[in-house]
């Protein structure tokens, strides 16, 4: 069976478990539009209550928010799930079951990490950010739309990456419901430039633990903000920060030892 068969099977089961439990998905969706508003609504008090952040007007944070919300929805309805979905069956002993499968565990972790309920951030994100251009008067280049397409990929690689690595770290630690908090927490740095944060923090937000790539550089691509040859060294950083993933999710299930964590 072909990894695309497997995909498209699994998001037929979650279709039908969305036709059967509509209220919970109603609900769920519903929950998420409510916390995905919570970064306009800060941009708003910023930008009311001060002179906003140097160097970005007030639409142009707020597409970087939209740009956030947008990414860290698909995230949540392409590939999330599969973090906690792990992390649940090493800690009751199921995850075993995955190990026999004639398919690479991570592989099939991720082609079975739809869900829908991501769908309404998504949907979110888009709008805001479709928003905050129209406001600006945005006009349209080709080079800047292109520059802002692939370093949105770039940004879902970076996020299926944290998925990655906090999955892995499951199997070395027994706090790893709390660990996933913290990488989550920690990505929300992405809300905002990383400008903000001095030469050092924008040094280590694009090399180091390259959050920037969740918004703050698709937001500057699509304006014109950075030169074409920083895209290219960040597709570097970002494919770097992947293999980094990939490696230690190869060291880490190493250690997996059954119903441990």
Sequence with gaps: ??????????????????????????????????????????????????????????????????????????????????????????????????????????????????????????????????????????????INLVSFIFLIFLAMIFMYSIDVITTALSFLVVKSYALMDIFREFTHVGRYPITIYGTTGMMAFTFLFPVGLAAFYPASAILGKIPTITIFYLAAVAFAFFGFSILLWKLAIRKYSSAGG
């Design 1 to 142: 069976m072909s990894w695309f068969n497997i995909w498209r099977g699994w998001v037929k089961l979650e279709i039908s478990k969305l036709m059967a439990y509509r209220f919970n998905f109603v609900l769920k969706s519903i929950a998420m539009l409510i916390f995905g508003i919570g970064g306009p609504l800060i941009a708003m008090i910023i930008y009311n209550i001060s002179s906003g952040i140097p160097g970005w007007t007030f639409e142009e944070f707020l597409l970087i928010n939209g740009i956030f919300i947008f990414i860290a929805g698909l995230n949540h309805l392409l590939f999330e799930s599969m973090t906690w979905r792990i992390i649940h069956k090493v800690r009751d002993g199921s995850f075993d079951v995955r190990l026999v499968k004639p398919i690479s565990a991570l592989i099939y972790a991720t082609i079975t990490g739809v869900e829908l309920e991501g769908l309404s951030r998504t949907f979110l994100g888009g709008i805001i950010i479709v928003y905050s251009l129209v406001k600006m008067g945005w006009a349209f280049s080709l």
